[in-house]
């Protein structure tokens, strides 16, 4: 499938914001699931904008603006072919060992809870953990109802496992916690989904994880669709929770109240015209 | 237990009773003394200190009060021939724990070598993989450490714990000294002491060697705080004054174009090294914790390009896990050739399943830790501790053992110290501060001694009530 995506984050302060220091993840891979035929990433405003690759071998990019923004935007757009892959990640680069996606930080932590959930429903992570990590992703999205409203990006695992309520990102985080909590590495996704409903203007990206499943390598669950990914998932940027991973990490000084608005639109390419000059 | 301790005056506990040749003016010294006199030097001893403003606040008490550190006015001797010894197992210490940390966080040998295992490493949140295989000035990663030691008998010394994150407690080993000296000029008349107030010298000398080798001009240094509400804010202020470098907060620095500026009142000035005492997960907001708000953001890049070096380096904090400590005998040996001039405390791994069983089993007779814990916060002393703290553990232990170690019981030296009673023995450790530079490793002899000023008492830790004393290093 060849996927089109035009995401476009702005910023609106009540004054003008100094300062302002960004970290973008936001430029997608090669891998065997899908291939970037084009990609530009625009800043609004004149600023220093330098490439880095993080300790996960995401593509970053440190973004400063030369002078004081009170109202700027960070856009995104491209084309990606991607294949279906039956959910196996290959082809990606890989800078950190296994273990790494063992460890439990602020936004994965499992309580009780969360531990016997995983237990329960993950019962035969040692003979069969494909068969478990399938069983725990529907049961989250059984259990878990969509809500934009209770959560927000600094919400954990266990805050959304107890209000049973979250968004992707949530949902997410649950996963891992519960992979974790069965011995096997997990890590978090962020990226874009092709909805097959034909519904192109979403609201924001996307996020699912990936487990290390023995004998198999990388497998991705997208408990927020209850589906292994597809040709519908292109996949930005990983890391050990949504912090690691995040689109967006800024800081600023000054600029008073902030308003954000995303735009994003995830269409299938052949649709438009290909408007690069 | 206390009473088979090993004191380092009278000698008792190590066989040979009797006064040991270092303490034999003192010994004399303190039976010379009418007994309303230490009273007096006390209680100016607290003038003193509360002239100079030190104060030390208190974690998990209701209030943040501020309160006096506790000082004990008779001093700690250790013989040249001790401090020599110390000094030469510190140095050793010291050079392995810089060559694991750049190992760690470059080609990974040890690693491969199986001197320690993946896991302890990767799944370590102190192992910081944002700084893996940059290039850091010099290569050096613990520019002050504070290596605690503790003695058992005349001749043995353990090292209990490493501290290579921002150790503190140097102001004190300063303070003690100049306070000692204007009480107890007579005493110093009748020893020779070895000097520590070359200390803030010898800490510039080390910060100035490792700036960024693209800085041709005087490197300029400076001190970041979390501010005045942390407890060692006294300690920052004091260090910064004595270097004769500004004290800086987060929002005293900038950056602009991975460049570390201050703002000062002739306008930025550009920063080269950082001798920052907050920890990793607040030192960046963009890529440690988001809600930092005692971090620079943008720091982390300008060190990731090599434009400012941060003493002590990013990630250090995995080798003060207590975990990781039990390595160190192999780590010594792995990277310096020669087997480890300083022991290692007998520690028991309670990840390893025989060695938790044990731990349950002999719970009442051990110490146990928790592998990332600091200050003596969440450790039990197995022969102090009542029923129900001894359920608590075993239970902790059950659930999450690899969170945990043990050790025996140390029974730590004792030396004189005056308290409500009179002059008694009370149980001590010692924290020596070592420098590493891009030219050398300086220590200054001796360190910070702590006393368990409670009688029994084994946690030294100044946020559990222990005091300090002066430790004077004998050279003659």
């Keep these: 499938m060849r996927i089109r995506i035009s995401h476009q984050t702005r910023y609106i302060y009540e004054s003008p914001a100094r300062s302002v220091l960004q970290i973008l993840r936001l430029t997608p891979r090669d891998s065997e699931s899908q291939h970037i035929l084009w990609w530009r990433l625009e800043p609004s405003v004149e600023g220093r904008l330098k490439p880095f690759e993080d300790a996960f071998g995401n593509l ?25 892959t039956a959910g196996m990640v290959r082809g990606t680069v890989e800078r950190v060992p296994d273990p790494v996606f063992l460890r439990e930080t602020p936004l994965t932590a499992a309580d009780d809870a969360i531990r016997t959930f995983a237990s329960e429903h993950g019962r035969h992570a040692d003979r069969d953990p494909l068969g478990a990590l399938h069983a725990v992703m529907s049961a989250i999205h059984r259990t878990i109802a969509f809500d934009t409203d209770p959560t927000d990006a600094a919400t954990t695992a266990t805050q959304a496992f ?57 497998i991705g669950f997208d408990p927020a669709n209850s589906i292994s990914t597809t040709e519908a998932h292109v996949r930005v940027a990983i890391g050990l929770d949504y912090l690691g991973a995040a689109p967006i990490r800024g800081s600023r000084r000054g600029g008073g109240g902030e308003k954000l608005d995303v735009r994003l639109r995830v269409d299938t390419a052949r649709r438009q015209v290909q408007t690069q000059s | 237990m206390a009473g088979a301790a090993f004191d380092e005056m009278n000698g008792s506990g190590s066989g040979t009773d009797g006064v040991r040749p270092p303490y034999e003016a003192l010994s004399a010294w303190l039976k010379q003394q009418p007994p309303e006199f230490f009273n007096t030097r006390r209680s100016q001893a607290e003038l003193f200190f509360r002239r100079i403003g030190i104060t030390f606040a208190v974690y998990g008490e209701n209030e943040t009060s501020e309160r006096l550190i506790p000082f004990d006015i008779i001093p700690r001797l250790l013989t040249k021939a001790e401090w020599s ?103 110093f008349a009748r020893h020779h002491v070895a000097p520590v107030e070359n200390y803030p010298d010898a800490l510039l000398a080390t910060l100035r060697s490792v700036a960024p080798e693209s800085v041709a001009r005087d490197p300029v240094v400076a001190l970041l705080t979390p501010g005045r509400y942390n407890s060692a804010f006294y300690e920052h202020s004091f260090l910064a004054d004595k270097l004769g470098v500004e004290l ?13 500026y201050m703002r000062t009142t002739q306008g930025p000035t550009r920063v080269d090294v950082i001798y920052r005492r907050i920890d990793d997960d607040f030192l960046d907001p963009l890529v440690f914790r988001p809600d930092s708000i005692l971090g620079v953001p943008g720091i982390m890049g300008a060190y990731r390009a090599g434009n400012v070096t941060l003493a002590n380096a990013v990630g250090t904090g995995i080798s003060d896990d207590k975990a990781v400590y039990t390595y160190m005998p192999e780590i010594v040996r792995f990277f310096t050739g020669e087997d480890a001039i300083l022991k290692n405390v007998p ?33 039990l ?54 420098l590493s530079g891009a030219d050398e490793i300086r220590i200054v002899p001796g360190g910070l001694t702590r006393v368990a000023l409670k009688e029994g008492s084994l946690v030294v830790n100044s946020s559990q009530g222990g005091g300090t004393k002066d430790t004077w290093v004998l050279d003659g």
């Design chain 1, 60 to 84: 970053c990019h440190d973004f400063a603006p030369d002078h004081p923004v009170e109202d700027f935007t960070i856009a995104v757009i491209g084309d990606v072919e991607t294949h279906d």
């Design chain 1, 162 to 218: 107890s209000l049973g309520r979250g968004v992707c990102q949530d949902l997410t985080h649950i996963f891992i916690a519960c992979a974790r909590h069965l011995g096997i590495p997990a890590r978090y996704v962020s990226g874009y989904f092709h909805r097959a409903d034909g519904v192109a203007d979403q609201e924001a990206g996307h996020a699912w994880a990936e487990a290390k499943v023995p004998h198999l390598g990388w």
């Design chain 2, 85 to 187: 010894f110390l000094e030469r197992g510190l140095k050793q210490r010291v050079a392995a724990l810089n060559a694991f940390l750049k190992d760690i966080y470059g080609p990974q040998e040890c690693i491969r070598a199986g001197i320690i295992p993946a896991d302890l490493v990767y799944r370590n949140p102190h192992y910081r993989l944002e700084v893996k295989d940059i290039p850091i000035p010099h290569d050096i990663y613990v520019h002050v450490a504070g290596i605690d030691i503790v003695r058992v008998g005349p001749n043995e010394f353990y090292v209990l714990e490493d501290n290579a994150r921002t150790p503190s407690g140097v102001s004190y080993m300063l303070e003690n000294r100049e306070v000692m000296m204007r009480l107890f000029p007579e005493l």
């Design chain 2, 248 to 260: 800086v907060e987060a929002s005293d620095l900038f950056v602009k174009d991975e460049r570390v």
């Design chain 2, 347 to 379: 520690t028991w791994r309670c990840r390893e399943p025989e060695a938790l069983s044990h731990v349950l089993a002999h719970l009442s007779e051990l110490v146990v830790k928790e592998v990332n814990g600091s200050g003596g916060y969440g450790m």
């Design chain 2, 381 to 434: 002393v197995g022969p102090h501790a009542s029923k129900r703290e001894l359920d608590e553990f075993t239970r902790k232990l059950k659930h999450n053992p690899e969170n945990f170690i043990a050790q025996p019981t140390l029974s730590l030296s004792t030396c004189p110290t005056f308290v409500a009673s009179g002059v008694a023995p009370r149980h001590v450790d010692l924290r020596p501060f070592v």
